[in-house]
């Protein structure tokens, strides 16, 4: 076993890195592909539901095919990217904690 394949066989949860690796190669690609069609696009609470809805059911289908599973982790996470990006332009870029996100980034120091 070469010492890639040793790295990339390391678990993180339930998850290798080479999967994770996998799901972020996911996450790019179809962020790209879903934002260039009109009636998905990217970052709104429009695009979130359909990106979810649509991990959701190709999970559902592909009854846990490893590399389906990759692609549907995948979208799903941009989904939810787009949901978190909508609920802040909706609050006003108002974090949780009442602060704004710039806010939090300097208390941290």
Same mark, same amino acid.
């Given at each position: 076993?070469? #010492?890639? !394949?040793?790295?990339? #066989?390391?678990?993180?949860?339930?998850? !290798? @890195?080479?999967?994770?690796?996998? +799901?972020? &190669?996911?996450?790019?690609? /179809?962020?790209?592909?879903?934002?260039?069609?009109?009636?998905?696009? *990217?970052?709104?609470? %429009?695009?979130?539901?359909? %990106?979810?809805?649509?991990?959701? &059911?190709?999970?559902?289908? !592909?009854? *846990?095919?490893?590399?389906?599973? +990759? +692609? /549907?982790?995948?979208? @799903? +996470? #941009?989904?939810?990217? #787009?949901?978190?990006?909508? &609920? %802040?332009? %909706?609050?006003?870029?108002?974090?949780?904690?009442?602060?704004?996100?710039?806010?939090?980034?300097?208390? &941290?120091?």
């Amino acid at each position: 076993m070469s #010492d890639v !394949t040793k790295i990339l #066989d390391k678990k993180v949860g339930s998850l !290798t @890195l080479l999967d994770g690796a996998l +799901i972020g &190669a996911s996450k790019l690609g /179809s962020e790209a592909l879903l934002a260039k069609v009109p009636f998905i696009g *990217n970052g709104t609470m %429009k695009s979130g539901l359909m %990106k979810v809805g649509s991990a959701v &059911a190709v999970s559902m289908l !592909t009854q *846990n095919k490893k590399a389906f599973q +990759i +692609i /549907s982790t995948g979208v @799903l +996470i #941009d989904g939810m990217e #787009d949901l978190v990006l909508s &609920a %802040k332009r %909706k609050f006003g870029g108002k974090m949780l904690n009442g602060g704004s996100e710039q806010e939090r980034y300097v208390s &941290a120091f």
